[in-house]
């Protein structure tokens, strides 16, 4: 397998900036978890000018975990699908986000706000969950307990797996990656 | 008329979910073991790996597969010579939910208003029931535990019998390549052909009940999921959609009578935990 390349948060501009789509990283460090509820709440909390939580360099995790079993830190906790946060990615880049993590395709409009503030987009596995959590070293609820899986946890994770999808310079695996591999398949091929 | 109490329905149902959570079905662990040795992208390959660890952890340590544990789907059979006493049947199909999703450590994803509220009940339920009334005293309950980003992916489409099974391969095919990523390939693809705009995605639905490798009973349908299958993998979405060979692992199709005037085509994906199981009583 390729070498996995060690990164470590928060991410300053120049950091952020460096990752090419396609590469496999071992994420350690403090990132935030956030899904649907909680970004629609944090975008009200910018525009209000009380937001709970300070984004500069951050790395929001699309995530929603399920509740831990006794003797765990966490329950499983994949990625959620990216997409559903596209209405506010842009507003919390401006704010000084940094990084992304979840599954899926983003709008164009996300894709080229990554090079307009420099940011990135990775991708963990989808529903490999339960290999996931066993990353995840502390879990915190700092923000909107009343969202219940939706609240927002902070998370200490150690060699936390993820593919750079899309990069601050235009790249995108998911683009990218299934052209090498689409093939002509025949129509009907026994008839 | 044969009596059975309600509280063997719940206690079915709750073990019926916390096993479907926690333990990748065996077709579906060979399927994705046979994946891994005939995907040509590296980095899929990898994919395919973690998700087979991802199984082995969930199944030895009795966690969930994935955080999200599903909408809680149900289908019952029922005898028309059973008669149900203990209580009101639905009440004990919520309960056998209700407690899977609880003592299980399984996630609750289900909000009570859909559009203004979204509060979630807390427990997942209430589960979605499909009753079929049929011949006989046994009771069969068949159920999946379905995620919905998945679901999300899935469509309907009110076709004509002009557009014939070329037509329907060409929307399977185009349904599959707009969740490109989204649905967690490798996807299994259930397709419902016929009836009306209710029943065609049930029948979609029903359809990723089926064990993987088990062809559709008509020939023509099933040489139609190999046609299908073919063309989604040779789409190269490949395993999370980083690129490669494996993008579905099966395609079901069922079919129903339908009116001369339609035909009714719906695609419901499911992404490669694939959780669903039956029990009789």
Redesign the interface.
Known sequence: ??DRRKVETPFDESRARSFRC?E?ILLSGVIYTARD?AHKRLVAALDGGECPLDLAGQILYY???????PG?VI????P??S?RMDPYTVRLLQAGLRGMIG???RSPQVLSALGDYGAVYF?A???????L??CVRSCEVVAYED????AIRRLVVVDF?L?V?ADSRGGD??A???????????????V | MREIDVARVAGALKELFVDMNVQILPDVKEALDQAKAEEKSELGRAVLEDLIRNASIASRERIPLCQDCGLAVIFLEVGQEVAFVGGSLKAAVNEGVRQAYGEGYLRKSVVTDPLFDRNNSGDNTPAIVHVDIVPGDGVRIAATAKGMGSENMSALAMMKAADGPEGVVDFVVETVRRGGSNPCPPIVVGVGIGGNFETAPLLAKKALLRPLESPHGDERYGQLEREMLARINALGIGPAGYGGTTTALAVHIETAPTHIAGMPVAVNICCHACRHGEVRL
């Open positions: 397998m390729t396609g496999r509820a995530a929603g975990p399920a509740p831990a079993a765990h329950g499983p906790v994949g959620t699908t997409g599954k899926g395709i991708g596995t989808g529903g490999a969950a339960a290999l959590a066993r969202l219940g899986p939706e797996p593919v999808v695996l998911y990218e990656g299934p052209l090498a591999f689409r093939t002509e398949a025949k129509r009907h091929p026994e």
